[in-house]
Antibody, heavy 122, light 104 residues
Framework: QVTLRESGPALVKPTQTLTLTCTFS??????????VTWIRQPPGKALEWLAR???????FYSTSLKTRLTISKDTAKDQVVLTLTNMDPVDTATYYC??????????????WGQGTLVTVSS | DIQMTQSPSSLSASVGERVTITCRAS??????VNWYQQTPGKAPKLLIF???TVQPGVPSRFSGSGSGADFTLTISSLQPEDFATYYC????????FGQGTRVE
């Protein structure tokens, strides 16, 4: 059974750096085709893709946020960490980590964590 | 970035009705489209990947079609549990989502 769980602060101040951890089980991020992505959703708004890290260490970032984002993995701990610098109230959102599988060039998030709400406020 | 435009933004339908949601990409993206369903307070659920492949465990009333820039999600007979918001996503390049379609 695949599970993913996001953890991190519920409240951050403007200009601070957000660090979120995705702890997963039921699959290996070392296995070919496996990826972990981060996706966020501001309250009442649409989904926004943030970043992805692949089984081979390749990393991909949102075009609009790439200067602020860093994604990394700790395969031994089955964790993926996302940092987002210089937080602003517009970054208030529920942050999801997902398992994505790449097959025949198609990548899709087939398993999702429950999400964690991060509020940016002074 | 590739823009994904869904239509309609919302629709009203009744149980048993056929529902069609469209998604148009700002450029050709082959078949690199996924569809997700989200109910309030829950994480999204993958329905369709690669434009037309139904995710295992998803009811057969859900289907996807399209290639290039125009894509469709169809629910053949709407069920009570299908009232939700649906999102398309392109993964041809840096992934982006549509703005969502609420089925109510």
């Amino acid at each position: 059974q695949v599970t993913l769980r996001e953890s991190g602060p519920a409240l951050v101040k403007p200009t601070q750096t957000l660090t979120l951890t995705c702890t997963f089980s039921g699959f290996s991020l070392s296995a070919t085709g496996m990826c972990v992505t981060w996706i966020r959703q501001p309250p009442g708004k649409a989904l926004e893709w943030l970043a992805r890290i692949d089984w081979d260490g390749d990393k991909f970032y949102s075009t609009s946020l790439k200067t602020r984002l860093t994604i990394s993995k700790d395969t031994a701990k089955d964790q993926v960490v996302l940092t987002l610098t210089n937080m602003d109230p517009v970054d208030t959102a529920t942050y999801y980590c997902t398992r994505a599988i790449m097959s025949a060039g198609v990548t899709a998030s087939d398993q999702w964590g429950q999400g964690t709400l991060v509020t940016v406020s002074s | 970035d590739i823009q994904m435009t869904q239509s309609p933004s919302s629709l009203s339908a009744s149980v048993g009705e056929r529902v069609t949601i469209t998604c148009r990409a700002s450029q050709g993206i082959s078949n690199y489209v996924n569809w997700y369903q989200q109910t309030p307070g829950k994480a999204p659920k993958l329905l369709i990947f690669g434009a037309s492949t139904v995710q295992p465990g998803v009811p057969s009333r859900f289907s996807g079609s399209g290639s290039g820039a125009d894509f469709t999600l169809t629910i053949s007979s709407l069920q009570p549990e299908d009232f939700a918001t649906y999102y398309c996503q392109q993964t041809f390049v840096t992934p982006t989502f549509g703005q969502g379609t609420r089925v109510e």
